[in-house]
């Protein structure tokens, strides 16, 4: 070794140990900055009023002017939250530094970690205490990955024959956490419980009542899972909305597997059409119990009677006159009532159309288990072969019964399907009939069915259409069958013309125009009606007879399309009316007519 390099040498050994015992003197002296302390370990800053900003305690062996500045994990400057503190020795700060987690440009600062930079003006120093912290703005993952105690594609159901609670599991323990239980159906939409969820616990039971302990009402619900992290972040299994509830959109089911359906007895209608003499099998959710039940044609009295416990009840079809009937099912004060159409064979002019798929479209029955009700509304797709969330389809005792009932009083004889037996090729067929009522709202119907009836009153046919917002809208019919892809309002019907929504008043409607004599038989007016569709445009159709309001919009009228006629009546009180109104009954007469012709 060389002289040179034997005083490098030498110079960097002493300089090493004069390093080590200046750290050494460092570590033994008190640090300038003392009795600092963080609020927070972990801070969300979402406005959510928990664990928002981080507040910084601290004090200075010898007085100082200060700055105080939050850095990241790479020791950047992220934002000076105080600046030019004149401290004395040993004094706190008062009011204490406060971050809250945004940047110097007001941006929210990134998840991650953070240490706090104090800058000494006097000492020409800065010191990053080590005492780190974290920004976690992210809500911890929560899901309702089941209900049991029964294990189904679908809701759970309540009551449990048994008695037994509903198990609903979580896919992780919470730290802490609340089941918060929502109906969503019927509307509106409700809390109605709240269980608090144990800590560690991935499993939450309820048993079917409400905060008082009262058994809820029958209807659709849906478990959400509730959990709080360290942070103070909130995680739903479901997203909640500012008002508290469940967030839906139209065609998207809600995540997870947290539906529970509360009923005590619903009935499964048949979706075809029954010949006279023929086994028909109703679906009967009792839970368990036994049942009484009876059968009757719309309108008439009871003509068979049963007792039951079993889910299936095989009834022999009525013999006689094609006609609709109730299936009801009771259990103590609660009914349940199913229609079913029997067709007695004979060839008939007219064939009358129930429109089950409607029926079903409209009938809030979660089919899938999330806890919101199957609704083709809502662009859902529905099983058709499912019960009847209410005792009878929605509007039939109003609109159906009430056509059917006028029907057989007047000794009308013809021949009834369901549009689902249409669509399948099953039962009665348009082929050989002169005239089709459509009996109530015929909301959805498959592309092709619709092609159908528009080739029957093309090619001569009479469709008369007892409902309002009708033949707009179309599903698609599967195998299994269920109704799927349910389209919004066309901008047209299938006969090309255009109607408006609902109007709600008060409405006389008066006779403009009949050339086909639609209005025979009555005094050509129409008077207090409370809710009317309009028929804006016939398009394509040529307007043969129109009964308007006194702004002289049509709502009821007759259309001549191709060979055949399309009577819209346009006015959801109509059938109603038919055991009161002389004039509406008039109408509904020279119609039939015209079907039958």
Request: aromatic share 6%; glycine share 12%; no cysteine.
């Amino acid at each position: 070794m060389t002289r040179i390099a034997q005083v490098v040498f030498g110079v960097l050994v002493l300089a090493a140990f004069g390093a080590f015992f200046v750290a050494q003197k460092l570590k033994s002296s008190p640090s300038v900055v003392q009795g600092f302390t963080l609020r927070w370990p972990v801070i969300s800053p979402n406005h959510d009023g928990r664990n928002d900003a981080q507040r910084i305690r601290f004090r200075l062996k010898t007085a100082d002017v200060a700055d105080v500045a939050i850095v990241n994990d790479q020791g950047d400057v992220v934002k000076e939250v105080a600046s030019g503190l004149n401290l004395g020795a040993y004094r706190y700060p008062s009011p204490s530094p406060v971050w809250d987690g945004t940047t110097s440009s007001g941006r929210p600062a990134p998840d991650g970690t953070y240490r706090v930079r104090i800058t000494l003006r006097d000492q020409g120093r800065s010191v990053i205490l080590q005492d780190a912290f974290r920004v976690d703005r992210t809500p911890p993952t929560v899901r309702v990955v089941s209900v049991g105690p029964v294990k189904r594609p679908g809701p759970e159901l309540l009551p449990h024959p048994n008695g037994a609670p509903a198990r609903i599991r979580l896919n992780a323990p919470v730290r802490q956490g609340r089941l918060l239980v929502f109906r969503t159906a019927p509307a509106p939409v409700a809390l109605v419980r709240t269980i608090t969820i144990p800590a560690g616990t991935t499993t939450v039971t309820w048993n079917g009542s409400d905060a008082a302990g009262r058994p809820v009402t029958p209807g659709t619900y849906v478990a959400v899972a509730e959990g709080r992290d360290v942070a103070g972040n909130i995680g739903t299994s479901v997203p909640l909305g500012s008002d508290g509830r469940p967030v839906t959109s139209y065609g998207t089911r809600l995540p997870g597997h947290g539906g529970i359906t509360v009923r005590s007895l619903a009935v499964q209608p048949p979706l075809l059409p029954a010949v006279a003499g023929d086994r028909v099998p109703f679906g009967v959710d009792a839970r368990g119990r036994r049942y009484t039940w009876t059968a009757r044609r719309v309108g008439g009295p009871t003509i068979r009677r049963g007792t039951a416990g079993r889910p299936i009840v095989r009834l022999k079809a009525p013999v006689g006159n094609s006609g609709v009937y109730l299936f009801q099912a009771r259990v103590a004060q609660r009914t349940a009532s199913a229609p079913f159409a029997v067709d007695d064979s004979a060839a008939h002019r007219v064939l009358v159309v129930l429109p089950v798929m409607t029926w079903q479209g409209r009938n809030p029955v979660d089919d899938d288990g999330d806890g919101l009700p199957n609704l083709l509304s809502t662009g859902q797709g529905v099983k058709l072969p499912r019960v009847l969330a209410s005792a009878l389809p929605a509007g039939f005792a109003a609109h159906e019964a009430q056509t059917l009932i006028w029907l057989d009083r007047g000794r009308h004889r013809y021949d009834v399907t369901t549009d689902v037996a249409l669509a399948l090729g099953t039962g009665p067929t348009l082929a050989g009939h002169s005239g089709v009522l459509l009996a109530g709202d015929t909301v959805w119907l498959p592309p092709k069915l619709q092609g159908q009836l528009r080739r029957f009153v093309v090619a001569g046919g009479t469709l008369v259409s007892m409902g309002t917002g009708s033949l707009e809208r179309q599903a698609r019919l599967t195998a299994f069958p269920r109704l799927v892809q349910p389209t919004p309002p066309a901008t047209t019907d299938l006969f090309g013309s255009t109607l408006s929504p609902l109007r709600a008043g008060t409405f006389d409607l008066t006779n403009a125009k009949d050339d086909i004599g639609l209005f025979q038989g009555t005094g050509g007016l129409f008077k207090g009606f409370h809710a009317v569709e309009e028929t804006t445009s016939p398009g394509s159709a040529k307007l043969v007879a129109s009964a308007v309001t006194a702004d002289g919009r049509a709502v009821i009228v007759g259309l001549r399309v191709g060979k055949g006629l399309v009577i819209r009546f346009g006015v959801p009180e109509l059938a109603a009316r038919l055991q009161s109104d002389t004039d509406v009954q008039g109408l509904m007469g020279r119609s039939w007519q015209l079907l039958s012709r």
